[in-house]
């Protein structure tokens, strides 16, 4: 869950040099931890609850870009 921390690392700039590939990987394993993260806080296992609302965030901009690519999600 370390990159989770580092979701602010990674700029806009590097999310629009992605490829449509890369795109559509980065937003299956973020949708999967988004997941793993909204189970754990069900099972009372996550205290960092406000890494939740920066992975949808995360999630949100990665399709923004998808779509301005043209990409269909």
């Known amino acids: 869950m370390k990159e989770i921390k580092d979701l602010k690392l990674k ?3 590097k999310l629009n040099e992605l490829s449509k590939a890369d795109l559509k990987q980065e937003l299956a394993s973020s949708s999967k931890n988004l997941y793993v993260l909204k189970m754990k806080k069900q099972l009372g296992e996550q205290t960092q609850t406000h890494l939740i609302k920066a992975l949808r965030r995360y999630i949100a901009r990665v399709k923004t870009i998808a779509s301005s690519k043209g990409i269909n999600i």
């Open 11 to 13: 700029d806009l700039a």
